[in-house]
Every structure is written in structure tokens, then in C-alpha cells.
């Protein structure tokens, strides 16, 4: 379960509430937009499955749904708040791109689409993406802070090795390709993007805020080009007769529900032993 946040309304300034601004809404109340800011109008996103999850009106424990509980409303079907929970009354909260999604597709808009939506406007459902229908999820105590409603991701690094020379009989120097940014073969990703998540990168803050101190030295130590799209580098090894080279590379593993991202660093680091695994980065490509 989320922390406690209130959705904003970006155009018009104006902020969520059930009709009425009540504590305890009736099944059916509608949703509809205002300027007042209290606490009858906080929301909490609760995780049922992957990004899909209810949207929750802290004060009476109802949960959003479009009229009548269709997993396939039409357009320009309502939402309210109502008692039951099921498929029907599961939405994304999509908070790159201000979108608030219904499980059935389409999207949430103020009534009419305009960006200027007054007071008691209500809001519906409309397949149509446009300005005027985006939505910010922000702290109760400070309607500018926007509130990460799916939390941090979970965040890993690990020495991992990526080419071996074993007992050379010569000494020679050959040139090792190194595929530097975010894995295309390891990472996955479901279509939704989570806060941390972009089309070209990550929100280095907000992975930072969810690492521990050894794997925030590591990502101090990265270039930029860790966090970006996979490319591909050299490095020059030299080996010796007799003595075997085991090159490793430092990956990140960043992990939310069924999305993960493994970035690959440019730091690396030889051994003479696969077993043995390096105490520190050696050098940086």
C-alpha cells in the first residue's frame, strides 16, 4: 500500500474529491474536481496485481471504479467511489506521464476535456490522450512534491564475469568488447514505465534514494553512459604465460513488480581465478 497522496488535476490546478467533499460517500458518489484541500479527499494506491491496484479514498475505504463496474466502460463513463472490489475497479497510475488508467484501457478526463475545469467538474473515462487530461499524485503536505505511489524499486549490484583466459601459453594483448548501458537481452519490461523508468535512462535520484551505501559508492564511481541504452566499448587486456585473466564487470539489477532493468557499468575489474571475485573496481572503461 501506498503512502497517502492527493491527485491533482495539472491544467486547472484543481484536486480530486468524491462529490461532496464527505468523509463517508455513498456507494455511486461521483468524483469531481475542486480547489478545497482537506483531509476527505486523500487517496492511497493499494497493489493487486503488478502496476494494476485500487484506488483507494483513505477516509471511508472505498475505492474507485467507472459506473456500473465494467472492465470495458464506454467513454464518457463516470467514475465514483463504491465498496467492491474486482477487476472492474483496478487502474495504473502512470506517473511519468500524468495518466490515470483504467484497466480496460482508457483514460481519465475532467468532463468536457478542458484544460480549465472548474469546481464540482466531473471526472470520466475517454480513450483520447491529450493535455488537458493529465494528472499529478502529490503529498498531502505539500501539494508540489509528487509522491512515488508505487514506492522504490528494489536495487542489487554484483561482480559478474565477462571473459576468462585460462593458462595462456603466450604473452599477447587482445582487445575485449564491452557492452556498457541497459542490457537488451536481460532487462524486460512490461509497456509501464514506473517513476525510476524512462525511454532513455533512469532517474538516477530517485535509484539512489532506494540504494544502500555500498551500492551508492558504485553508482558514484559510474559514467553516465551505465545508465543510458546499451552501447559497446573496448578495453585492452594484457596477459601473461601461464596466468590466467578473469575479466568481471559491475552490474546494477533494479527490480518493481514485473518490470527489471540490469545496467551494465563501466567498471571492471581481473582476477587470476573465477572463483575469486574482486574486493574493488580495477579500472573504468
Known amino acids: 500500500m501506498s503512502e497517502t497522496f492527493v491527485i491533482k488535476h495539472l491544467s486547472s490546478g484543481r484536486f480530486i474529491h468524491p462529490s461532496g467533499g464527505w468523509s463517508n460517500p455513498g456507494d455511486g458518489t461521483n468524483l469531481d474536481l475542486h480547489s478545497a484541500i482537506h483531509d476527505r479527499m486523500h487517496w492511497r494506491f ?9 484506488i483507494e479514498h483513505v477516509a471511508s475505504g472505498k475505492v474507485v471504479h467507472p459506473r456500473g463496474g465494467s472492465l ?5 463513463t463516470d467514475l465514483v467511489v463504491d465498496s467492491a472490489r474486482h477487476w472492474g475497479a483496478l ?25 480549465d475545469a472548474g469546481d464540482h467538474t466531473t471526472i470520466n473515462l475517454h480513450w483520447e490522450q491529450h493535455d488537458a487530461m493529465k494528472f499529478g499524485f502529490f503529498s498531502p503536505s505539500n501539494p508540489n512534491k509528487e509522491v512515488l505511489v508505487y514506492g522504490f524499486p528494489k536495487m542489487f549490484g554484483k561482480w559478474k564475469i ?28 512490461s509497456g509501464f514505465e514506473y517513476s525510476w523508468e524512462s525511454s532513455g535512462g533512469v532517474n538516477i535520484e ?3 534514494l532506494s540504494a544502500s551505501q555500498s551500492i551508492k559508492y558504485m553508482m558514484e564511481q559510474t559514467s553516465s553512459q551505465t545508465w543510458s541504452n546499451e552501447t559497446t566499448t573496448t578495453s585492452q587486456i594484457n596477459v601473461k604465460p601461464g596466468q590466467t585473466v578473469v575479466t ?3 552490474v546494477f539489477d533494479v527490480e518493481q513488480n514485473e518490470n527489471k532493468s540490469v545496467f551494465q557499468s563501466n567498471l571492471l575489474a581481473d582476477t587470476g581465478s573465477e572463483t575469486e571475485v574482486p574486493r574493488d573496481l580495477q579500472y573504468k572503461v
Open 72 to 76: 470495458t466502460p464506454g467513454d464518457h
Open 206 to 208: 530517485i535509484l539512489s
Open 46 to 54: 493499494v497493489p493487486v496485481v503488478d502496476h494494476w491496484g485500487y
Open 91 to 115: 487502474f495504473a497510475l502512470d506517473c511519468n506521464n500524468h495518466h490515470v488508467i483504467h484497466k480496460g484501457g482508457k483514460f481519465a478526463h475532467p468532463k468536457g476535456g478542458r484544460p
Open 248 to 250: 568481471w564487470q559491475w
Open 162 to 189: 565477462i571473459h576468462m583466459v585460462l593458462n595462456p601459453s603466450a604473452e599477447h594483448t587482445f582487445t575485449l568488447e564491452v557492452k556498457v548501458g541497459m542490457s537488451k537481452t536481460e532487462s524486460k519490461t
